[in-house]
């Protein structure tokens, strides 16, 4: 059957692509850039790409007529005060396109939303349930807690604090209750549900096997990871510090750990077990989950993360097509480092940068930036890579978002994505001219304001040791030093 995936590009969307297809389903998806579907998938040309941005409607209007089923797997957690709207606007435009189609189903993964005073963002998915049910076609929700998986805000989070915290001081929160599921189940509900009609008109919680509190969760995984581990809980912290607490200590940024610590006041729970006699699984253990986890990222095969979704503001409009960095009104320094071995060598390295490999040179200097990025409400550099060996368009990097990772003209082009009086490019580049090669090393500035010129100049002084060290590092480092 022909299934139509809204937010292919997400966290869910892109592991749900391969299980359908190895059901045999024709699969199209609706993405806001083909490119970086292209760049992040080896599956891209056995689907059917469509472009459009659900918040303009006349640009989903190529929705295929003959289409069986849709996923709408599309979520925000911003915390800018108008993300209730978007995600309203989002929805009412995706049913408006399905309506005009032979749509007989349409699934939603959902929050589980059982208690009363539930958070925004908890309000806004309930909300943006009541919008898909104005869609001619079945509605099938499922309502999940916590998902655990490589590459999960939950299990990054969760492993951010046990991995860092010997002694944890923390809010009372982490005795609320939920119920963890694996994402190898979730993508196993997506799909049984699908065409499924005991499902129609139906909403349905799914968890796992284990209810237990946040705090079981972090111990469950230090017992794993074979950490000692002691958390002293103190009721006075309010969810604003709970929420810098967990922004500070983890890699997730203040609008979603905002997000998070409203959300955990609420018990997630499976109030009833419904979709036993529609879907037969048996779904593995929190602890089971985080073992698959490991196993993943010990492998380098995470297949997404919630790292990859794209900041607002300049990122969101068509980051690629910022893949030509702008040349008027720009601050840059440049450095050529010449080298004579392999450029594959070299190559390799580059696409290495950050995360556990880190920045070759003087990485104490990125780690103080990062906490300084931090204090006044940025991204930080805990983020790392989803993947140690591989890198694409729309990854991150620290505190950098991947514009471009080409290998076939040995290119990386990095944005910053840190809080700056400005915006902010780096650039690296093999070059073979002259029976010489060299690499390219260019950081690229555009300032706003004299703050934004003056800015670069006091950080001038560091560029000349940093890049210049940096470069020769990168022609110099292999393997195992």
């Given at each position: ?206 968890g796992g096997p284990d209810v237990i509190t946040f705090k079981e969760m972090m111990l469950t995984y230090a017992k794993v990871r074979k950490l000692d581990r002691y958390i002293i809980t103190l009721p006075f912290l309010s969810p604003k510090i709970s929420s810098y607490w967990l922004y500070f ?103 290495a940068i950050g995360g556990n490999r880190g920045w070759y040179y003087w990485d104490w200097i990125w780690s103080i930036r990062g906490f300084l990025d931090k204090l006044f409400g940025g991204v930080g550099s805990r983020r790392g890579r989803t993947s140690n060996i591989s890198v694409s368009p ?88």
């Amino acid at each position: 059957m022909k299934v139509l995936l809204a937010g292919a590009n997400g966290y869910i969307g892109t592991r749900l692509i391969p299980v359908l297809l190895e059901k045999g389903h024709t699969v199209v998806c609706l993405v806001r850039d083909k490119r970086r579907f292209h760049e992040q998938n080896d599956y891209s040309e056995r689907v059917t790409l469509l472009t459009g941005d659900l918040l303009k409607e006349e640009s989903i209007e190529t929705i295929p007529l003959d289409i069986d089923a849709a996923y709408y797997l599309v979520h925000s957690m911003a915390q800018a005060d108008d993300f209730a709207m978007l995600e309203d606007l989002s929805a009412h435009n995706f049913v408006a396109a399905l309506n005009k189609t032979k749509c007989r189903q349409l699934i939603y993964l959902s929050g589980i939303t059982n208690a009363d005073n539930l958070s925004n963002h908890l309000l806004s998915r309930r909300h943006v349930e009541d919008v898909l049910r104005e869609s001619t076609a079945a509605l099938t929700v499922l309502r999940a807690a916590i998902i655990i998986g490589s590459g999960s805000s939950s299990f990054e989070i969760i492993r951010d604090l046990t991995e860092k915290l010997p002694i944890m001081t923390v809010p009372r929160w982490v005795n609320t209750k939920c119920q963890p599921i694996a994402i190898r189940d979730v993508l196993g509900y997506l799909e049984g549900v699908l065409m499924n009609e005991s499902s129609f008109h139906k909403t349905f919680d799914i968890g796992g096997p284990d209810v237990i509190t946040f705090k079981e969760m972090m111990l469950t995984y230090a017992k794993v990871r074979k950490l000692d581990r002691y958390i002293i809980t103190l009721p006075f912290l309010s969810p604003k510090i709970s929420s810098y607490w967990l922004y500070f200590v983890t890699s997730t940024s203040y609008s979603l750990a905002q997000s998070l610590v409203n959300s955990m006041k609420n018990e997630t729970i499976m109030k009833n077990h419904d979709i036993d006699s529609v879907v037969r699984r048996h779904c593995i253990t929190y602890k089971e989950a985080l073992e698959l986890a490991f196993n993943k990222i010990e492998q380098n095969s995470i297949v997404s993360s919630w790292k990859d979704a794209l900041n607002n503001g300049y990122l969101t409009s068509g980051f690629m097509d910022q893949i030509k960095v702008p040349q008027n009104g720009t601050l840059e320094y440049k450095v050529k480092q010449p080298f004579k071995r392999a450029s594959a060598e070299v190559l390799m390295n580059i696409m290495a940068i950050g995360g556990n490999r880190g920045w070759y040179y003087w990485d104490w200097i990125w780690s103080i930036r990062g906490f300084l990025d931090k204090l006044f409400g940025g991204v930080g550099s805990r983020r790392g890579r989803t993947s140690n060996i591989s890198v694409s368009p729309g990854d991150v990097i620290d505190f950098w978002r991947v514009l471009l990772a080409d290998k076939t003209n040995n290119r990386l082009l990095l944005y910053a994505e840190m809080k700056l009086p400005g915006e902010a490019w780096l650039e690296f580049k093999i070059i073979e001219r002259h029976n010489q090669t060299f690499l390219s090393q260019v950081a690229t500035f555009r300032p706003r304001g004299l703050w934004g010129r003056l800015y670069w100049y006091m950080m001038w002084p560091f560029h000349l040791f940093i890049f210049k060290g940096m470069a020769k590092r990168i022609t110099d480092f292999k393997e195992g030093e």
